[in-house]
């Protein structure tokens, strides 16, 4: 099993919709990063958390919102998705950060 | 706007010959490290030079880090073709900010 699991791999939405990206980690680390990654743009931080419960705004927080309840899962929602969310999404644990694969998501 | 920036955007070099890129930092930081990225995948850790370190080597990878100049290098040496990629830095001053990356193509 990989270290950094995000789900979904690849997901469609329409503008408007509320989606949830899902990522968990084996590691037993406290810090989870967000990212996001345009073409051009490297990644951007979006969200962090250094522990359950504990959240802070990266970069470019506007338009979503993160969940920490326990160690093991960090999850990104996009409140109502608008097609300049479109991009490649990235999880990733500890400070010398362990990647999950990355969820590509388009919004329509 | 990001923490770190790279130059050059892209690189393009003969199999066998060095690569160099660069990385500027606008804060103080704890450490500085660099990532490598295959097409889209996720971003796989190579290597990490604390703030108190000048230079620091792994394999055919070469680090040097001046904070005075608020600058690192990284240096592949006798590339290779699977050493085509994008490479990362990334600053760690309490979170973990990217810039936005180096492609390099090595021709075979």
């Known amino acids: 099993d990989a270290d950094v699991t995000q789900t979904p791999r690849n997901r469609i939405t329409k503008t408007g919709k509320r989606i949830m990206l899902e990522c968990s980690q084996t590691k037993g680390h406290d810090r989870m990063y967000w990212y996001r990654q345009d073409p051009g743009l490297g990644l951007r931080l979006i969200y962090y958390?250094?522990?359950?419960?504990?959240?802070n705004k990266g970069e470019i927080s506007d338009g979503y919102s993160v969940s920490r309840q326990a160690q093991a899962k960090f999850s990104l929602s996009l409140e109502s998705a608008i097609p300049n969310q479109t991009a490649l999404y990235f999880c990733?644990?500890?400070?010398?950060?362990?990647f999950g694969q990355g969820t590509r998501l388009t919004v329509v | 706007s990001q923490q770190g920036e790279e130059d050059p955007q892209a690189l393009s070099i003969q199999e066998g010959e060095n690569a160099t890129m660069n990385c500027s930092y606008k804060?103080?930081?704890?450490?500085l490290q660099w990532y490598r990225q295959n097409s889209g995948r996720g971003l796989v850790h190579l290597i990490l030079?604390?703030?108190?370190?000048r230079e620091k080597h792994s394999g055919r990878l070469r680090v040097t880090l001046d904070t005075s100049k608020k600058s690192s290098s990284l240096l592949i040496t006798a590339s290779r073709a699977a050493d085509t990629a994008s490479y990362f830095c990334a600053t760690n001053d309490y979170k973990l900010s990217f810039g936005a990356g180096t492609t390099v193509t090595v021709r075979a």
């Open positions: 030079i604390r703030s108190n370190e």
């Open positions: 958390s250094f522990d359950v419960k504990d959240i």
């Open positions: 990733a644990t500890s400070d010398t950060a362990f």
């Open positions: 804060t103080s930081i704890n450490n």
